[in-house]
Structures are given as C-alpha cells and as structure tokens.
C-alpha cells in the first residue's frame, strides 16, 4: 500500500486546508493539562534567557503562568502565530 501523498502534491495549485496550530500546555497550580490556541499565549522575547517567555491564563482555574522559552519554544510560538513582544534593554 505504501505511504499516504502529500495532498499538494496530488493537487498543485489548490491551496491545502491548514488545521489550527494548538499547544500543549500544564498549569503548575492546578495541575490541569489542555491545548491552547495561538491567541491564548504571548512570547516576550528579551536580552537573556531570564527574560524571554511565554506566558498564559490556566483556563481551568484562571492563574497566571510564566514559563522559560527557549531558542526551539520561540520559533514553535512565533512560526504558529503566537503574539510576540520584544523587550528592550535600558542600557
């Protein structure tokens, strides 16, 4: 049987139908797991690690979480859409 074709190849020129971008993610108080769209979460991008980001509200039980993002965290957040804020230095 083989491996299913990639339909764009099948169909040049109609545009593929994209399914939305959502991401995993666990709150630390409540401890519930759930999938966020990319307009539930926002990347701050800063100078250091300490200071890049991504931050969410837990749908579950409302707290406010803040989690490292990484250099691999921030393409996924920025490649799916997500809203990104650079922060600039003082110095």
């Known amino acids: 049987m083989g491996h299913p074709r990639d339909t764009a190849a099948l169909l040049p020129g ?3 139908q994209r399914r939305p971008v959502l991401y995993k993610a666990a709150c630390p108080e409540c401890r519930a797991r759930f999938e966020l769209d990319p307009g ?3 990347l701050a991008i800063g100078a250091s690690r300490r200071t890049t980001f991504y931050s969410f509200t837990c749908p579950e039980c409302g707290s406010a979480v803040r989690k490292p993002a990484g250099e691999r965290i921030v393409e ?3 490649g799916g859409g997500v809203r990104t804020l650079r ?3 003082t110095v």
């Open 14 to 16: 109609i545009p593929q």
């Open 76 to 78: 996924l957040l920025t």
């Open 87 to 89: 922060l600039h230095s």
């Open 40 to 42: 539930a979460l926002r």
